[in-house]
């Protein structure tokens, strides 16, 4: 069974996933963007909030590695922590590199919109194209962001398993305790018994022997007076 650090170091593992797969599809957007500013703007937002999200729960691990006991995990979550550390400055340098083709492709499109003075049918092409490039992002989006939710749901699922071992475990305590008092209980009735036992064999032996020398009384009586002679 997984102790309760494994399952932490699990589910701080799948929250730093999770936020790698919604920068991937916010980098996506903004690589796709066709405008204006403020959508751009909007998207680095987002991108921002993810990547402190992230960050943080990159800490979170490195500090668990620190917590180890054993050499071998700490050094295995120290490498995971790495690897995710790399990736996230990976994810920065892909997302300024698509900053900057985002703001020059809305920079040429804006020359272009004020050269032409309008839309002609190549324009209209191209923005259908884009258009449909967006509807593609977007559904890539949610896709991520339904997987996004299911790893959230086993991170729940996670948490309530560890709340339910703690739950077990306390039970089990209490079991063993109440056990422990029960067995003191049992000793003490069967050390009873045996002295009740014990007593009871006197009793009877007593018993016995005054029953006996009643006996021999009385026939000794009987013999005096039936045969004085004897």
Excluded at 39 to 59: M, W
Excluded at 166 to 183: D, G, I, L, P
Excluded at 204 to 228: C, N
Aim: glycine residues 2%; proline residues 2%.
């Amino acid at each position: 069974m997984a102790s309760s650090a494994d399952v932490h170091v699990r589910i701080c593992g799948q929250e730093i996933i999770k936020y790698d797969l919604e920068i991937k599809a916010l980098i996506q957007d903004i690589r796709e963007c066709p405008g204006p500013q403020s959508a751009l703007v909007e998207l680095n937002s987002q991108v921002k909030e993810k990547f402190n999200q992230l960050r943080l729960r990159i800490q979170d691990l490195e500090q668990m590695s620190r917590e180890q006991d054993r050499e071998t995990d700490r050094h295995t979550i120290q490498t995971e922590a790495e690897s995710h550390r790399k990736q996230m400055l990976s994810n920065q340098t892909a997302w300024r590199k698509a900053n900057l083709a985002c703001k020059l492709a809305i920079d040429n499109k804006e020359k272009d919109e004020l050269l032409c003075g309008g839309e002609n049918p190549s324009t209209r092409q191209r923005k259908a194209t884009k258009e449909s490039l967006v509807q593609t992002s977007s559904n890539i989006t949610e896709s991520l962001m339904s997987v996004s939710r299911m790893m959230s749901q086993q991170v729940q699922q996670s948490e309530d398993a560890i709340s339910s071992l703690a739950t077990s475990s306390r039970t089990v305590q209490e079991t063993n305790e109440e056990f422990k008092a029960m067995t003191g209980t049992i000793h003490l009735g069967r050390k009873l018994i045996l002295k009740y036992n014990r007593r009871e064999l006197t009793d009877k032996l007593l018993i016995f022997l005054a029953l006996a020398l009643f006996l021999a009384t009385v026939l000794y009586i009987l013999k005096k007076r039936l045969f004085p002679f004897i």
